[in-house]
């Protein structure tokens, strides 16, 4: 089987309340089945919305630049560069970050996923 390589300068951000999201392991784009990964950009002070789940799927985001807090559950956590977060399968959960600056994160998830599945809630976390 040949290498599959996929760069994320050939993924367009997808726009999304608080954050942009490059889809860089997928199904279509690298021909992943069992995960995938999207790089996920937060700009300074901003909130991931909605509080949302994924229903069976665990997600786990390992940060690469910047610092934040998850709420996973009722529980906060504050965050850094270089920390990994784990949000169970079908945990309602949302991050913002607490920087000045971007926060970045490859958000990696337990099977194939889009926005398009979040289970959302009305509820925020954050509010």
Request: aromatic share 6%; net charge negative; with cysteine.
């Amino acid at each position: 089987m040949a290498v599959r390589v996929v760069s994320l300068d050939s993924i367009e951000p997808q726009r999304l309340p608080g954050r942009d999201l490059q889809w860089l392991v997928t199904p279509e784009t690298i021909g992943a089945e069992k995960l995938s990964i999207a790089i996920m950009t937060c700009p300074a002070k901003s909130v991931v919305r909605p509080l949302h789940s994924h229903k069976d799927i665990e997600e786990v985001i390992l940060i690469l630049e910047g610092e934040g807090e998850a709420w996973v559950d009722g529980e906060t956590a504050a965050f850094k560069k270089g920390d990994a977060v784990l949000f169970p399968a079908n945990s309602k959960h949302q991050v913002r970050n607490t920087g000045d600056g971007p926060l970045i994160t490859a958000s990696i998830f337990s099977a194939p996923t889009s926005p398009d599945s979040y289970v959302v809630y009305d509820e925020d976390a954050f509010a």
